[in-house]
């Protein structure tokens, strides 16, 4: 693509598909996906990850498919005993109710469409589904968000064209200028995957997150970005400030922060989640290690750098 005189006044698509190339580069595309769970073990997983860091999540996970042999299992049990098995997760008295609300809710939606018996509990439909009547029907259920939606899509094995938007993420392409800070996680979702060439296939989309979600993981840290080794600091009006250059645009905050809301946090929200040991939002139930090499199969998804500050996960 054509390279403006000043990259940093590139259109906001430009900016991002000229990031996303050097970001390939850097982080080795096409990036293997780091697991394949089936799309309704992987909203179960994408529930208990909010606000949570992956490793609690991954245990709480691991915890719930030992003690129950099925989801339906899972469903029916007595809430406490649920809540006993994710206890290592947080809000554990919350996510369990509506763990089970959200699996009654799939049985009861595919009995009333006809679903045979046995598979009444599943989410392997989605498949002959367009991308956006997946979501739709997803979103239907309470707690299933713009980042549940994707995450279900993306990471399952329905690899669906779909694309997450984490807090590393976000922090990239805002502090880019590719979006204004004043849009939230949740919004970016669509505003971004919008800007995305229709031609992309679902495996450059899934790169497309991962890339800049490992930027925002390895450089562009939340309190301390290392803009002095970044590969899209000409790019960026945040970089270029911090290191003497021009001023950061209006909608880029000296720290690069998402502002925090005035109540402060009550309990998970879908959406938000806290940087655990990799840092996808929906975290790997099995393996995700902190520091994966880009082409390893095993990836992390949240970070527990210090510096990295909460993550707000779409």
């Known amino acids: 693509m054509p390279v403006s005189a000043d990259p940093l006044r590139l259109p906001p698509r430009d900016k991002l598909l000229l990031a996303h190339e050097r970001l390939c580069a850097a982080y080795a595309c096409p990036i293997p996906y780091f697991h394949g769970l089936d799309p309704l073990s992987e909203l179960v997983s994408s529930l208990l990850s909010h606000r949570t860091r992956n490793a609690d999540s991954g245990r709480a996970f691991k915890a719930l498919r030992q003690k129950f042999p099925t989801w339906a299992a899972v469903r029916d049990a007595p809430t406490h005993a649920v809540q006993d098995a994710i206890a290592v997760c947080t809000w554990p008295e919350q996510k369990a109710p509506r763990v089970q609300d959200v699996l009654r809710r799939v049985t009861e939606r595919r009995r009333a ?117 970044c590969q899209v600091l000409d790019l960026c009006p945040h970089g270029r400030a911090r290191l003497g250059g021009e001023p950061a645009g209006a909608s880029v905050t000296a720290a690069g922060r998402p502002r925090p809301s005035a109540g402060g946090h009550r309990g998970p929200v879908e959406g938000e989640g806290v940087t655990g040991a990799a840092g996808k939002g929906s975290p790997d139930p099995d393996a995700r290690p902190a520091e994966a090499k880009p082409r390893s199969s095993q990836r992390r998804r949240k970070s527990t750098k210090p510096d990295e500050g909460p993550t707000l996960f779409g």
């Open 113 to 229: 469409a006809g679903a045979p018996a046995g598979e009444e509990l599943s989410l392997d439909f989605l498949a002959a589904l367009s991308p956006a009547d997946a979501r739709a029907w997803l979103g239907q259920m309470p707690g299933v968000g713009p980042k549940t939606q994707a995450a279900v899509l993306s990471f399952s094995s329905l690899r669906g064209r779909a694309l997450p938007v984490d807090s590393h993420h976000h922090r990239v392409a805002v502090r880019l200028g590719i979006i204004p800070e004043s849009l939230a996680v949740g919004p970016s979702h669509a505003v971004m995957e919008a800007m995305l060439p229709p031609d992309w296939d679902a495996q450059q989309v899934y790169d497309h997150h991962e890339v800049l979600m490992l930027h925002g993981q390895r450089c562009c840290f939340y309190a301390a970005p290392a803009c002095e080794r």
